[in-house]
């Protein structure tokens, strides 16, 4: 009986720790479940979406919008095979997240920021039309309880912007503008607007998990580089200095906004390898200009600003688009293909110019 008893407290003891163990065990298979169920739901939608939106303007000769078009005024194609439009719709009402830098690098410009809300309700919401505001630095801040169209509101969520640290979580501040739009109604156009540098300080995202978002969210992205400003009102006034060259100089107009020229704007340039290597390299493989590929990407457009008209004008312009823009939706006929996918649209049309995004990626998926 003696003899029994120390083997008993030992089998006791281990049966303790073997349920130690599993209660672990199962824990971290808990994680690695719910990890796996995240991978599995982004392949999952990459390789069986169904619709691509692709968002489409077209101008004349003089900068002007066109609208009144129908499909039959459109051809589009992906990886050159021709699609059948099945919606062209230019008025949906606008669901807007406006994300701004707010960290103690702008503190300068914040005031500036400020004074142009008022007319995101004037030119840029229309009728029907809501908004969200966002203010980021280290921290990511809803300065709105959720989405709203009233102009009082709006105006004090822009005077909740104060500078804080020297963070600036950009991409991360551009994920939650997503997350926020993917829950708007699904008749809404969904915009992101992005009023910061045009780089990234201290976020856990990456760039492709933003492109990725938005394109699963069907999320138009613009922005509002402050960098140029920034560097204005910061730099040190430089002496000046005799020079045997004369320099050719460009004087700037009051509300000078500086975007590429008119036929870069609508031709957007060969983006296709770079959008290649940011899916194929390593996620965090480095981009100098996260402002550029989100909107490249996504069918946005980039500005810069000089001024306070300047900021004002490219904020109005911003608004002018999008009520003058059309979503082309269509069932890609080639799903079997993997890899990027590049959108062209045509027009039949004399002396316009197309913009619309340059593509999306797509795992494949047999027909």
């Keep these: 009986m003696l003899n029994n008893i120390p083997r008993n407290r030992s089998n006791r003891g281990s049966i303790k720790i073997d349920v130690r163990i599993l209660r672990r065990l199962g824990a971290g298979l808990a994680v690695c479940s719910l990890l796996l169920a995240q991978e599995q739901e982004r392949s999952t939608f990459s390789t069986t979406t169904e619709f691509v939106i692709a968002p489409v303007t077209v101008v004349d000769s003089r900068g002007q919008f066109v609208t009144g078009l129908t499909p039959l005024d459109f051809r589009l194609y992906d990886n050159g095979k021709l699609q059948e439009i099945t919606a062209d719709d230019a008025s949906h009402p606008v669901s807007l997240a406006v994300a701004i830098q707010q960290n103690a690098t702008v503190e300068k410009i914040l005031p500036q920021i400020q004074k142009s809300a008022s007319i995101y309700d004037s030119l840029v919401l229309g009728d029907g039309g809501e908004m969200t505001v966002i203010g980021f630095d280290h921290r990511i801040q809803h300065l709105t309880q959720g989405f709203t169209s009233d102009p009082e509101k709006i105006k004090e969520a822009f005077k909740k912007l104060k500078p804080g640290s020297s963070s600036s979580r950009l991409n991360d501040a551009a994920m939650d503008g997503i997350n926020q739009l993917r829950n708007r109604p699904k008749n809404f156009k969904r915009i992101l607007l992005l009023i910061s540098e045009s780089r990234d300080g201290g976020s856990e995202l990456h760039v492709r998990d933003v492109m990725d978002a938005a394109d699963f969210a069907g999320v138009v992205i613009y922005s509002v580089d402050i960098s140029h400003m920034l560097a204005a009102v910061t730099s040190k006034a430089e002496p000046n200095r005799p020079s045997s060259t004369p320099v050719p100089t460009r004087s700037l107009p009051g509300g000078y906004v500086n975007t590429p020229t008119t036929d870069s704007q609508m031709d957007m340039g060969n983006w296709v390898p770079v959008i290649k290597e940011i899916y194929t390299a390593a996620k965090g493989v480095f981009i100098k200009n996260p402002l550029d590929v989100f909107t490249r990407y996504s069918g946005g457009r980039q500005y810069s600003f000089l001024t306070q008209r300047g900021l004002d004008q490219a904020v109005a312009d911003i608004g002018r ?37 340059n593509g999306y990626w797509y795992a494949g998926k047999a027909e």
Aim: net charge positive; hydrophobic share 35%; no cysteine.
């Design 321 to 357: 688009e999008l009520h003058s823009q059309y979503l082309l939706t269509y069932r890609p006929n080639n799903r079997s293909e993997a890899g990027f996918h590049e959108i062209v649209v045509q027009i039949a049309l004399p002396d316009v110019k197309v913009r619309t995004r």
